[in-house]
Nanobody, 120 residues
Framework: QVQLVQSGGGLVQPGGSLRLSCAAS????????MGWHRQAPGKERELVAT???????TYSDSMKGRFTISRDNAKRIVYLQMNSLKPEDTAVYYC??????????????WGQGTLVTVSS
């Protein structure tokens, strides 16, 4: 069974920075796209960024220039560096990975969620 464990997050002042991490474990053959989503209070979950196994990133428009997604394929970790944080970035952030397990089965898994609060 493939699992994701997130770390990072917390309280930060506007203009500050945080880095989120998400590590995969289990019987994994390969991981394709990794990504981050977020869900603010009272809103639907939205895409933040994705990165392919060739390290090609994509970002939602509101995150471009402020957030950076990266990955370590050997360690099976995806990161989200968040700079110039704004109060409207307050949300629970979820990582997501798609891949193939050691039995050849496709999987898509989500992390447990990490709360990021941007407030003075």
């Amino acid at each position: 069974q493939v699992q994701l464990v997130q770390s990072g997050g917390g309280l930060v002042q506007p203009g500050g920075s945080l880095r989120l991490s998400c590590a995969a474990s289990g019987s994994i053959s390969s991981i394709g796209v990794m990504g981050w989503h977020r869900q603010a209070p009272g809103k639907e979950r939205e895409l933040v960024a994705t990165i392919t196994n060739y390290r090609i990133p994509t970002y939602s428009d509101s995150m471009k220039g402020r957030f950076t997604i990266s990955r370590d394929n050997a360690k099976r970790i995806v990161y989200l560096q968040m700079n110039s944080l704004k109060p409207e970035d307050t949300a629970v952030y979820y990582c997501n990975m798609k891949g193939v397990d050691s039995a050849g089965r496709y999987f898509e898994v989500w992390g447990q969620g990490t709360l990021v609060t941007v407030s003075s």
